[in-house]
């Protein structure tokens, strides 16, 4: 168990639907990262977010939105959803300071089927 | 920006044999090297990861990777392969400079023959 906590498990919806993801991060950690797993564009870094901020963002499309509240914990909001955003979204927490040599913890992440 | 590539997207051993996942990258910066493994239906778990000093790093479960930073390599191995290590394996860099995220190679599906 990484502490990092998502849900839902699983998620099935139609397409041009809107969905949310909720990510807990690990107690005391201040960055969350998302990214998206899939079979064909494989793991994706979409955003990062430190201590409420946003700090980096990657291939997120601008359908795809996240925030991360006082408590840390984090959201992502995927909307308008087409068949090809079906995928394995992950959550990742890490400590205090934002160097890249942190590890990274990984939440069991979300199954989002779009039908 | 940075990249990683894995080769062999499927590697198949014998149990007790040697283990060898291929890594290697690219960066213009000094990188921090990681090795992730994923279980099926769960989440990435760290192995190891190197960011500074001795060059041959050790991780869980008896895999260790070396950086050799003139081949731009960072392949992971274990002397002995056990069945519970099949799974899929991702390589992966970050840097300090410009974002932090990781970047993933992608992937190799380790099998362990009985």
């Known amino acids: 168990d990484s502490g990092v906590t998502q849900t839902p498990k699983h998620l099935i919806t139609a397409t041009g639907q809107r969905v949310t993801l909720r990510c807990s991060p690990r107690?005391?950690?201040?960055?969350v990262y998302w990214y998206q797993q899939s079979l064909d564009q494989g793991l994706q870094f979409l955003i990062q977010?430190?201590?409420?901020?946003?700090?980096a963002k990657g291939n997120i499309l601008e359908r795809f939105s996240a925030q991360q509240f006082p408590d840390l914990h984090s959201e992502l909001n995927l909307s308008s959803l087409e068949l090809g955003d079906s995928a394995l979204y992950f959550c990742?927490?890490?400590?205090?300071?934002?160097?890249?040599?942190?590890?990274?913890?990984f939440g069991p992440g979300t199954r989002l089927t779009v039908l | 920006a940075q990249s990683v590539t894995q080769l062999g997207s499927h590697v198949s051993v014998s149990e007790g044999a040697l283990v060898l996942l291929r890594c290697n990258y690219s960066?213009?910066?000094?990188?921090?090297l990681f090795w992730y493994v994923q279980y099926p239906n769960q989440g990435l778990q760290l192995l190891l990861k190197?960011?500074?000093?001795?060059?041959l790093v050790k991780g869980i479960n008896g895999f260790e990777a070396e950086f050799k930073k003139s081949e731009t390599s960072f392949h992971l191995t274990k002397p002995s392969a056990h069945m519970s290590d099949a799974a899929e394996y991702f390589c992966?860099?970050?840097?300090?400079?410009?974002?932090?995220?990781?970047?993933f190679g992608s992937g190799t599906r380790l099998q362990v023959q009985p």
């Open positions: 990742a927490s890490s400590g205090r300071g934002t160097g890249a040599n942190n590890e990274q913890f």
């Open positions: 992966a860099v970050s840097t300090d400079t410009g974002r932090r995220a990781l970047t």
């Open positions: 190197y960011t500074t000093g001795a060059t």
């Open positions: 107690s005391g950690d201040l960055s």
């Open positions: 960066s213009s910066v000094p990188p921090y």
């Open positions: 977010y430190y201590n409420g901020e946003e700090r």
